[in-house]
T-cell receptor, first 114, second 113 residues
Framework: DAGITQSPRHKVTETGTPVTLRCHQTENHRYMYWYRQDPGHGLRLIHYSYGVKDTDKGEVSDGYSVSRSKTEDFLLTLESATSSQTSVYFC?????????????FGEGSRLTVL | SQQGEEDPQALSIQEGENATMNCSYKTSINNLQWYRQNSGRGLVHLILIRSNEREKHSGRLRVTLDTSKKSSSLLITASRAADTASYFCGREEEETSGSRLTFGEGTQLTVNP
């Protein structure tokens, strides 16, 4: 299994509070991604990174920010959590960015915003 | 929008039968990948097919790609109860940068013993 660790795995928070999810990899892969998974919407890309300090927006980036200061860590921050951000968040990594290779997914972080 | 769809949304079959799932998309792609997700787990890669390929096999899996129809199918032969999972296609679309996959809602496959 690819070395990807997401933390926390479960979190309950209140509306308006900031939340940070962490993705840590031990594979030294260049690309890292944050997706959210919701019933009826499948997986949607929030942000991704193609190198240290190089990030770009996905299709549902509003209300989220990311940072990547080291190859192994990709942080997803909900600046002020809302109930619509209740979801399961998946981190994924890739050596080649999906062009020729696969994405490896973490086990997910379930976030509930009350 | 998801720019694509998997269908059917849900499929229930008996062990030993074949399962076919389809994926359609709207823009041109560079490659397409199929993934499996067991309940409560992350996605696991099954197979990648490039835009210049028409068919690929891996064990009991067969993937086809028809770029003229903008569609792909995943066939699982001689299904087993352990194949019960959700299946997703991830598309690398030409119009986006070559480093991201777009997924649909998936097909929930149930294989009854």
């Amino acid at each position: 299994d690819a070395g990807i660790t997401q933390s926390p795995r479960h979190k309950v928070t209140e509306t308006g509070t900031p939340v940070t999810l962490r993705c840590h990899q031990t594979e030294n892969h260049r690309y890292m991604y944050w997706y959210r998974q919701d019933p009826g919407h499948g997986l949607r890309l929030i942000h991704y990174s193609y190198g240290v300090k190089d990030t770009d927006k996905g299709e549902v980036s509003d209300g989220y920010s990311v940072s990547r200061s080291k190859t192994e860590d990709f942080l997803l921050t909900l600046e002020s959590a809302t109930s619509s951000q209740t979801s399961v968040y998946f981190c994924a990594i890739s050596e080649t960015g999906g062009v020729l290779g696969e994405l490896f997914f973490g086990e997910g972080s379930r976030l509930t915003v009350l | 929008s998801q720019q694509g769809e998997e269908d059917p949304q849900a499929l229930s079959i008996q062990e030993g039968e074949n399962a076919t799932m389809n994926c359609s998309y709207k823009t041109s792609i560079n490659n397409l990948q199929w993934y499996r997700q067991n309940s409560g787990r992350g996605l696991v890669h099954l197979i990648l097919i490039r835009s210049n390929e028409r068919e690929k096999h891996s064990g009991r899996l067969r993937v086809t790609l028809d770029t003229s129809k903008k569609s792909s199918s995943l066939l699982i032969t001689a299904s087993r109860a352990a194949d019960t999972a959700s299946y997703f296609c991830g598309r690398e679309e030409e119009e986006t940068s070559g480093s991201r996959l777009t997924f649909g809602e998936g097909t929930q496959l149930t294989v009854n013993p």
